[in-house]
C-alpha cells in the first residue's frame, strides 16, 4: 500500500467510542451546529435543469476561488466546512488561471445532454447494406484505425491531469470526465465503424510520434492548447471529409463533430482566461507552439491520414478521383490551419505571421 490513514479505526478508541453510542441511539450531532452559507440553488430554466451554473451561489461560488488555491488540498468539497486532519492528496494544479475557463460549466452541461451512443445510435445495418467502391471502404477502416490513436490520446489528455487538479476546481474535473467519455466513445465508434466493413489496417508511427509529443507536455496550459486547439482544430476538417463517404457516415462524424467542437471551446476559453490573468505568456506560449506545431503536420501529412482522405473524398482510386480527392483535402487542411491560427488570435495569441503551418501547406 502507499498510503495508510493515520489511525486504524478497528483499534481507535474514539471510532469504537461513537460506534457504541449509535447503537445505544444517542447522536452527537456536532455537524448539525455548523455555520456555513446557506442557499437554495433553483433551476433558472427548467428545460436544462438544475445547473452547475446555477449552484455557483454565494460561499459556493467558482466566481471565488482564489488564483492560487493555499486553504485546502484534500478531497473536501468546495464550500465544506474544513477540519484539522484532512489528508493532502497532492494536488500540483493549484493556481486558476493555468487551468480555468469561463465556460466550464456550460461545456460540461452540454456533454451532458448531448451524449449519444455508437452501438445504437449509429444505424449499422444500413450501413452494412450500403454500396461503397472498395478503395473507399479500406480506406475508411485505414481512417478509423487512425483516429482511434487519435482518440486514444484525446483520452488519456484529461486522465493524465483529471487527478492533480485541486478539488477546489470540482467543475473542471468534472468536465475532464466528460472529455473523457467522450474520447472514449469517439475510440469505440472509430473501432466498430472499421470492424464493421472488414477490419482495422495499419497504424502510424508518424502521427504516434507526434501525438505523444503534445501528450507529453511539461505543464497543463502548453498540453491543452496542443490537444484541444492544434489537434481538435485538425479533427474537425478530417471529420468534414469524413462525413461525405455515405449518409450514414455523416451522421457518425457530425456527432464526432459536436464532442470535439467542446474540447476546442475549452481550449479556447482555457487560453483566453490564461492570457487575460498572466501578463507577458503570449511569447512563451507562442514560443512553445513554434517547436510543437510540426506535430500537426506530421499528423495531417502521414501516409495513414492523408491518403485514406483524399480516397474518401474523390470516391475512388481513378486518377480524375484522385485529383478530385487531393484537391478537397488541400482545400480543408488549409481552411483547418486558418481557422485554428483564427482561434488562437481569438483567445488573446496572434501568431498569423509567425507559424509555419500556413507556408507549409501551401506549398504540399
Request: proline residues 3%; aromatic residues 10%.
Amino acid at each position: 500500500m502507499a498510503y495508510f490513514a493515520d489511525r486504524q479505526y478497528f483499534d481507535d478508541p474514539e471510532t469504537i467510542k461513537r460506534g457504541t453510542e449509535f447503537g445505544e441511539g444517542k447522536l452527537i450531532l456536532d455537524w448539525y451546529e455548523i455555520e456555513n452559507d446557506r442557499v437554495r440553488c433553483t433551476p433558472s430554466d427548467p428545460r436544462r435543469g438544475l445547473t452547475y451554473e446555477d449552484c455557483s451561489k454565494g460561499a459556493y461560488s467558482w466566481d471565488l476561488l482564489p488564483e492560487f488555491v493555499r486553504h485546502n488540498y484534500s478531497m473536501a468539497a468546495r464550500g465544506s466546512v474544513l477540519v484539522p486532519g484532512l489528508p493532502d492528496m497532492g494536488y500540483t494544479e493549484n493556481r486558476k488561471s493555468d487551468i480555468w475557463a469561463d465556460n466550464i460549466g456550460e461545456l460540461y452541461e452540454e456533454s451532458k445532454s448531448r451524449r449519444w451512443a455508437p452501438a445504437v445510435d449509429i444505424d449499422w445495418k444500413a450501413l452494412a447494406a450500403t454500396d461503397f467502391d472498395p478503395a473507399v471502404t479500406a480506406s475508411m477502416c485505414q481512417l478509423c484505425t487512425t483516429l482511434s490513436e487519435v482518440s486514444l490520446v484525446g483520452m488519456e489528455f484529461p486522465s493524465r491531469w483529471v487527478y492533480l487538479v485541486n478539488q477546489e476546481f470540482l467543475e473542471l474535473k468534472s468536465l475532464l470526465c466528460a472529455q473523457m467519455m467522450d474520447q472514449a466513445r469517439a475510440v469505440e465508434v472509430f473501432r466498430k465503424r472499421a470492424l464493421s466493413s472488414g477490419g482495422l489496417k495499419r497504424a502510424s508511427a508518424n502521427v504516434q510520434q507526434a501525438l505523444k509529443e503534445l501528450l507529453m507536455a511539461d505543464n497543463y496550459i502548453e498540453g491543452s492548447i496542443g490537444i484541444n486547439l492544434l489537434v481538435g482544430s485538425l479533427l474537425l476538417g478530417v471529420y468534414r471529409v469524413a462525413a461525405t463517404a455515405s449518409t450514414i457516415d455523416a451522421h457518425l462524424f457530425r456527432r464526432c463533430q459536436q464532442d470535439a467542437a467542446r474540447r476546442v471551446a475549452y481550449g479556447m476559453g482555457n487560453l483566453a482566461y490564461h492570457l487575460a490573468h498572466r501578463e507577458g505568456r503570449q511569447e512563451v506560449l507562442n514560443e512553445y507552439l513554434d517547436l510543437v506545431e510540426h506535430c500537426f503536420a506530421g499528423i495531417a501529412g502521414a501516409t495513414e491520414m492523408l491518403e485514406p482522405l483524399i480516397v474518401i473524398a474523390g470516391g475512388g482510386t481513378e486518377p480524375g478521383q484522385v485529383a478530385s480527392g487531393r484537391a478537397r483535402v488541400a482545400s480543408i487542411y488549409r481552411v483547418v490551419v486558418d481557422e485554428y491560427l483564427g482561434r488562437l488570435a481569438a483567445a488573446g495569441l496572434e501568431r498569423r505571421d509567425r507559424s509555419r503551418l500556413p507556408a507549409f501547406f501551401a506549398a504540399a
